[in-house]
């Protein structure tokens, strides 16, 4: 939300006796100028799995803006999680609707067991440039097993060295 400056004009009447001229003095008195969107998340499901289960999560805005409002949401991890829908709009008739993103786990192959891995989500306004992303959190179960797995023999072998 813009905070506006604010501009204080004050008149000193000058009381000496040589009765000088009102003088206008100017005051600035001035808002931060980085400014701050306040946006809600909703964990519904903060857990995917390599078998592709997916997690939830809902966003809004907790003020009405001035400007519809582009978020971006972005995996720290593709990985590990892949985000539908990239992007979400507010506008001044929709900000308080939850929109929501889901995150379907991804296969690796790899047996390096749970990976807690990261969705950012932030502003795409130019006028809040300086805003820190929001994140939230999630967790991909690995369904991968760790050792050796053998495959059916594929042909006979033998005591002299024969290959299968």
């Given amino acids: 939300m813009r905070r506006p400056i604010i501009l204080f004009f004050i008149c000193i009447v000058a009381t000496i006796c040589a ?26 499901d903060d857990e995917t799995t390599e078998t592709g289960e997916i997690g939830k999560f809902s966003v809004r805005l907790n003020t009405q803006p001035h400007e519809e ?9 593709e990985g590990e999680g892949a985000v539908s829908p990239s992007n979400l709009s507010f506008t001044r008739d929709n900000y308080q609707d939850f929109q929501q993103v889901t995150v379907t786990g991804m296969n690796d192959d790899e047996n390096d067991g749970d990976q807690v891995y990261t969705v950012h989500i932030q502003v795409t306004n130019p ?33 002299d060295g024969g290959t299968a």
Wanted: aromatic residues 2%; glycine residues 6%.
């Fill in 19 to 44: 009765c000088e001229p009102e003088e206008e003095v100017s005051v600035l008195n001035s808002a931060p100028t980085t400014n701050n969107l306040s946006l809600e998340v909703l964990i519904l």
């Fill in 69 to 77: 409002i582009d978020l971006e949401i972005t995996c720290s991890d």
């Fill in 127 to 159: 006028s809040f440039s300086g805003q820190t992303p929001e994140t939230v959190s999630l967790l991909n179960i690995d369904d991968d097993t760790p050792g050796l797995s053998f495959g059916n023999i594929s042909g006979a072998t033998s005591e």
